[in-house]
């Protein structure tokens, strides 16, 4: 335990130093950080893995440089380097019984925190929800592989009990007060305030002293995240392209669609927002594991967590319920539709060839994927005044996102609002941004 109040200090000490909190970048940093990073290396030398180890050597390096030359270069390494390494060390935790009982606890406190008030809910008649989300089958066995994976003891959990509120709160206070559920909020704190600093240093390093609108910022970034490829995007051909999009979502009466296509200025300021990376560079795509990496993060950052996260079901079921309705999947379904028309013709090397093929089929299953979302969130609306709507809607979210399983009447009304608007399947609206594009080069 000492250890880890060692190496909780030492973090906490580090992160103070660097100045998160604070609004603007600093110019200067203080000698001392480098003492700091040096004392947090050798604490995680002691209670944790040697990448770990190698991890904080390489973040006391960066930290050596950001003294001697502050930049908003040098910043961005340390950024860089400190953001891995408490990645590296949450996952680390997680691993082990009491890491990950805090880690389960927390999902266990936010899934149950919101249960009996949905906000937009007219009828609250919500004391059952506790009860038939409970014997909701991906519920039970998402938590079962989360005490398994923990080495934890379910019969001594709370979860053995269901979903209760009040014992979800005392659970989660009583593992936080430890001292690995010290550090572990810590980390997640330290997390936030890593990418908020890196998105704003990021923008600095971008685009300087120099006044640029969304939809220019937007084209930056995007350059970034597919450096293989030698795009000819700049705000005009975003502009026609968002415009094109706007005519065809018109003509495919899907109207909720086509309003995110009005100005690209919009589109671009929520995609910065809610779905870019805090520092686009450090996350290329450049075949299907990056892509795969980029959409995760993109998911996980829409449902307010880090970007550098991989969503687990419990989350996104306690953010829908907190928020208290869906979310605008019309939004990132539009989204996806503008990435993917501004990848079409493009030019990318013979050797590039396999893994943009790669690309064009993970985006294309992500917009079919974020389309089913928009349905959902159609087919469901009207019934979310009864619990037995929640308890419906959050199945198929979980079959949408883990196992594509959905229920019968949602898939009977996929395929009928498909089949009116003259498509078998939602890739026919992706082929048609395709007819004004040349063939891949």
Not at 143 to 165: F, M, N, S, Y
Request: hydrophobic share 45%; aromatic share 10%.
């Amino acid at each position: 335990m000492a250890e880890l109040e060692a190496v909780h200090q030492a973090l906490t000490e580090f992160g103070s130093s660097l100045r998160l909190d604070e609004e603007e970048l600093p110019p200067l940093f203080d000698a001392g950080l480098l003492d700091i990073s040096l004392l947090l290396e050798e604490s995680l030398s002691l209670e944790f893995s040697p990448g770990i180890a190698q991890r904080a050597l390489a973040l006391r390096l960066a930290t050596k440089v950001l003294i001697e030359d502050p930049s908003p270069d040098s910043m961005a390494l340390v950024l860089h380097e400190f953001g891995v390494l408490l990645a590296d060390i949450e996952l680390e935790m997680v691993e082990r019984p009491s890491g990950a009982e805090w880690d389960l606890a927390r999902k266990y406190n936010a899934l149950t925190e919101y249960l009996g008030t949905p906000a937009p809910a007219e009828n609250q008649g919500f004391t059952d929800l506790p009860r038939l989300l409970s014997a909701s089958g991906w519920l039970a066995r998402r938590i079962d592989e989360l005490i398994q994976a923990g080495g934890l003891d379910a019969v001594r959990l709370p979860t053995a009990r269901g979903l209760v509120k009040g014992a979800g709160k005392r659970w989660f206070k009583r593992v936080s007060a430890r001292a690995s559920g010290r550090l572990c909020t810590t980390l997640a704190r330290l997390r936030n305030g890593v990418e908020s600093r890196a998105r704003q240093v990021w923008l600095l390093r971008r685009l300087g002293e120099d006044e640029y609108g969304p939809s220019s910022v937007y084209v930056f970034a995007h350059v970034e995240l597919f450096p293989a490829i030698h795009s000819r995007i700049n705000e005009t051909t975003l502009a026609l392209e968002c415009a094109r999009l706007h005519g065809l979502s018109h003509g495919l009466q899907l109207p909720d669609l086509a309003i995110c296509f009005e100005t690209p200025d919009w589109m671009t300021h929520y995609a910065l927002s809610f779905l870019l990376p805090p520092s686009p560079g450090e996350w290329p795509v450049r075949g299907a594991r990056g892509l795969k990496r980029l959409l995760d993060g993109r998911l996980s950052r829409w449902y307010s967590s880090p970007f550098d996260h991989r969503m687990d079901t419990l989350e996104m079921a306690a953010a829908v319920l907190r928020i208290g309705r869906p979310l605008f999947y019309e939004r990132v379904a539009a989204h996806a539709l503008v990435e993917y028309a501004l990848l079409q013709g493009v030019a990318f090397s013979r050797a590039a060839a396999p893994s943009w093929i790669d690309i064009q089929s993970g985006l294309e299953r992500e917009f079919s994927t974020l389309l089913d979302g928009y349905l959902m969130r159609l087919f469901y609306y009207p019934q979310l005044k009864k619990p037995e709507g929640w308890c419906a809607y959050l199945a198929d979210l979980h079959a949408l996102h883990f196992e594509g399983q959905f229920s019968d009447n949602f898939f009977d009304y996929r395929k009928h609002f498909l089949s009116r608007r003259g498509l078998a399947t939602a890739m026919e609206i992706l082929y048609r941004t395709t007819e004004s594009h040349g063939l891949l080069q």
